[in-house]
């Protein structure tokens, strides 16, 4: 095993290109369990080294990080601020209180979403990304150890037909437990926000994909409605 790895930024990266600090984070954020000591280029050398040796797994998944790496600098997330507070997108789900705050509601078994509306706030990058962090509790306690947290997102432009479909969709599967009602849940969804541009008007939802409509992964299989209480926008 080693703990300090050479490629060929020409040769071994998706696009030629190195952004130090975007394949920091692409590292950070995989499985590799070894702390990142250091990113290096020299010429057509990339360097990366780590505190102590990776196992052959994490090896071949550092290979494949760089294989998959376009280069794109990493951007600084910017706060979406909605125009408007969260409104229910029928079918199942609508406005409660809950714990004395407003929330959303979507029931078990089906899918349903709160929807909002902002404006795009970056020029159109093809790493764009959307962050949304989904706070949440369960109604009641009940059977059941997963929820399918989903976010969707579209924008457009003048001239453009905002009755287009979703460009983007994505779930999270939310582990939870029946403990203590009202305990706060946090999901976070990743989307591409490639398709924006910048002052481009958005379309976000947020809810339950509690039907498993959004395709294979891990099943919605709680057995009680939850409550949508807060939620964090960013994109970058």
């Known amino acids: 095993m080693a703990t300090e790895f050479q490629y060929s930024i020409a040769g071994d990266t998706a696009s030629g290109a190195v952004s130090s600090n975007r394949l920091a984070y692409e590292i950070e954020e995989s499985s590799i369990a070894p702390t990142l000591v250091a990113i290096g280029t020299s010429g057509d050398e990339l360097h990366i080294a780590f505190d102590s040796d990776l196992s052959t797994a994490e090896e071949s998944a550092l290979d494949a990080i760089v294989g998959a790496h376009a280069g794109n600098p990493l951007r600084d997330w910017v706060p979406i601020l909605p125009d408007s507070e969260m ?11 809950a714990n004395d ?4 509601e979507v029931q078990n078994g089906v899918t349903g979403y709160a929807a909002l509306q902002a404006r795009w706030p970056r020029a159109q990058y093809a790493s764009a990304e959307l962050r949304a962090r989904v706070y949440f509790v369960l109604k009641a306690a009940g059977t059941g150890s997963n929820v399918r947290i989903a976010t969707r997102l579209k924008a457009q432009g003048p001239g453009d037909d905002s009755s287009a479909a979703f460009a983007a969709t994505g779930f999270v599967a939310v582990p ?3 403990t203590t009602v009202g305990e706060v849940f946090v999901g976070e969804v990743m989307l591409d926000g490639s398709s924006a541009y910048l002052g481009d008007a958005m379309a976000v939802q947020v809810g339950r994909d509690g039907a498993n409509d959004l395709g294979a992964g891990t099943s919605d299989d709680v057995n009680q409605p939850i409550q949508i209480i807060g939620l964090q926008m960013e994109a970058r």
């Open 87 to 97: 409104e229910p997108v029928i079918p199942g789900a609508s406005k409660v209180v």
């Open 101 to 104: 705050r407003p929330a959303i």
């Open 176 to 178: 939870v437990t029946h």
